[in-house]
Every structure is written in C-alpha cells, then in structure tokens.
C-alpha cells in the first residue's frame, strides 16, 4: 500500500505543473496540490534541460513557488514528501525563460 501511495502523489504532481517568468524577473511555479495530507514539496532547479537538478526550496507547504531570477532558462522539477520523509520522483520539468 505505501508503494501506491507514493506514485499516487508522483501523478498528481506531475500532471498540473505550470511556470511562467513574471514581467519583474521573477519566476512562478504552480502545480496541482497533493491529496494526501501532511506534504510538502522540494523544488529543484537546472539551467540544462533533462539533468543536473539542484535543490533550490524544501518544505514548500503550497503548490506554488516563486524567485528571482536572472537572464536565462531554467528548468524546474518538483518533489512531493510525505510526512515520513519519503520523497517521490521529480515531476514533469517546467521550462522558463527570463528575459529583460
């Protein structure tokens, strides 16, 4: 059962995730939240698209996540972890571009 659980939290994470560079050179995330109480979620960051994700933000309580950025693009991958300290799969990988 907990095998389920942790690929029931995978899918609802990655079919939901949007991102979008905000006209001040910020960066917002959002993503369909999970149903199963207690998460958070890790956000990961490259600037090469498909790997080398590095952990950017731990504990997010809510489905979105924003930052400054500077010139350039980026690719984010979001993490689910229940309250065992389990963590799922990355989801589906965000591109966005930042730009002046």
Do not use: F
């Not at 905000?22 to 490259?46: E, F, G, I, K, M």
């Not at 933000?57 to 500077?70: L, Q, S």
């Amino acid at each position: 059962m907990k095998w389920l659980y942790a690929i029931v939290v995978l899918l609802v994470i990655s079919t939901g995730c949007r991102s979008h560079a905000t006209n001040q050179r910020h960066v917002l995330l959002t993503w369909n939240p999970s149903s199963t109480p207690a998460v958070t979620y890790n956000v990961y960051r490259s600037s090469t698209h498909g790997s080398g994700y590095k952990l950017i933000a731990t504990g997010i309580k809510y489905p979105w996540y924003k930052e400054a950025a500077p010139e350039g693009t980026y690719y984010y991958v979001v993490t689910s972890v229940d309250r065992t300290m389990r963590e799922s799969e990355y989801s589906a990988e965000m591109k966005v571009e930042v730009k002046r």
